[in-house]
């Protein structure tokens, strides 16, 4: 038997075991279900009264149940330490385009590495990437991305009086006040980002799915092993001795 059907068989053994030892203990807690008895009636004259005689059978007996016990034990114990035995010895390389990163790796760290790849991987897809409508370079000194410098103007609102009509022997001249834009000034901008490049992280979470792939391929072929037969017998005659 490959391992993988051990593995899937255990899984339906737990579930009849937990089933059938929860079915016995309920039936031990009805001691009236083990116990029956058998009446019959004497009377004390010759020619007296008679009375038919009375039976209650055993509906079940406790050696029945513990023996239903023991053999649902059996085979779960053989199937789990079939299991755990095997998963002791089943190994597989990790390999990632053709090239074998890691050889024997047990497959249990291959289940762990699995969930660890593929939550890192989530976590990977969530990285921030330098926005693309800038040119970024890295400065060395601080490790954070900069742009040119862009230089913006800063103007603020100016006032002065434009003549409407001129003045005349009989009336003033006629102004107003207008607001206008005046230049006061430049913005020197430089934009600074802690950000990862996005070819880098198209790099990262190529690498990582890579590797999972690769280490399911390891799970798949370790658990393609032959699980070994193991017999549980002598723990279960122990107790039932």
């Not at 497959?107 to 969930?115: D, G, P, Q």
Request: aromatic share 6%.
């Amino acid at each position: 038997m490959k391992l993988h059907e051990a593995i899937a068989l255990r899984k339906g053994e737990i579930g009849r075991n937990q089933a059938r030892l929860t079915e016995v203990y309920k039936a031990f807690q009805k001691p009236v279900i083990y116990g029956g008895f058998v009446k019959s009636y004497e009377p004390t004259e010759a020619m007296g009264e008679q009375l038919p005689s009375e039976t209650k059978r055993v509906q079940r007996t406790v050696a029945q149940d513990l023996g239903a016990v023991q053999t649902s034990l059996l085979s779960l114990w053989d199937g789990v330490a079939a299991v755990e035995y095997g998963n002791c010895s089943a190994k597989g390389d990790i390999e990632v385009d053709g090239q074998t990163i890691i050889q024997d790796v047990p497959v249990t760290t291959l289940l762990f590495l699995e969930t660890q790849l593929t939550n890192l991987r989530t976590t990977l897809d969530a990285i921030p990437t330098l926005s693309p409508d800038h040119v970024w370079t890295k400065d060395e000194n601080d490790g954070l991305f900069k742009t040119d410098t862009v230089q913006t103007h800063r103007n603020v609102k100016h006032t002065r009086p434009i003549v409407l009509s001129d003045a005349t022997e009989k009336h003033p001249a006629q102004t107003q006040l207008i607001e206008e834009p005046k230049l006061a000034g430049y913005w020197n901008a430089v934009q600074h980002s802690g950000a990862c490049p996005a070819v880098r992280k198209v790099i990262l979470t190529t690498r990582v799915e890579k590797l999972l792939d690769a280490v399911k391929g390891a799970r798949a072929r370790a658990n393609g092993s032959v699980a070994p037969v193991i017999n549980m017998a002598p723990i279960i005659n122990f107790i039932f001795a």
